[in-house]
């Protein structure tokens, strides 16, 4: 599937299994963030959605314009954090690297990379919309 030209029609029927979407203030902002903390790939992103790529899987970005009819709305907080009690988690990033980058971006380190009791180095990495983003790596044993 060609994620920078399928249409919403074909790319909607297309999706299968469980699916993330995140509405957040500023589409572009988010996938240059995505882009150079975790390598991650835009397609066909404007300022309402973008599609995601991370390795095989894909996700969407909305603006909150286009939930204007959307009864989720109305839950979402006008003032940050937004993204609060969720945790992505992105096992093929080392955890090391993206806290680099992300200090470079800007972003906020809510946790340093740290080898956890569950067998994962990870860190704690918050978005401009206050998403926890946590890339994870198994541990050396």
């Given amino acids: 599937m060609d994620h920078d030209t399928i249409k919403?029609?074909?790319?909607?029927?297309?999706?299968?299994?469980i699916g993330l979407n995140l509405l957040v203030r500023d589409v572009l902002a988010e996938c240059a963030f995505l882009a150079e903390v975790f390598a991650m790939t835009s397609h066909q992103a404007t300022a309402d959605f973008a599609i995601l790529s991370y390795g095989r899987q894909v996700f969407q970005l909305h603006s909150d314009g286009t939930y204007h009819s959307n009864p989720l709305l109305g839950l979402v907080p006008e003032n940050p954090p937004r993204g609060a009690g969720l945790e992505i988690r992105l096992y093929d990033t080392d955890p090391d690297e993206a806290a680099a980058r992300a200090r470079a971006f800007g972003a906020t380190i809510l946790q340093p990379?740290?080898?956890?009791?569950?067998?994962?180095?990870?860190?704690?990495?918050?978005?401009?919309?206050?998403?926890?983003?946590?890339?994870?790596?198994?541990r050396a044993p």
């Fill in 8 to 17: 919403a029609d074909p790319f909607g029927r297309s999706l299968r299994g």
């Fill in 113 to 138: 990379p740290t080898d956890k009791p569950h067998g994962l180095r990870e860190c704690y990495i918050l978005c401009a919309d206050g998403y926890a983003w946590v890339p994870s790596r198994p």
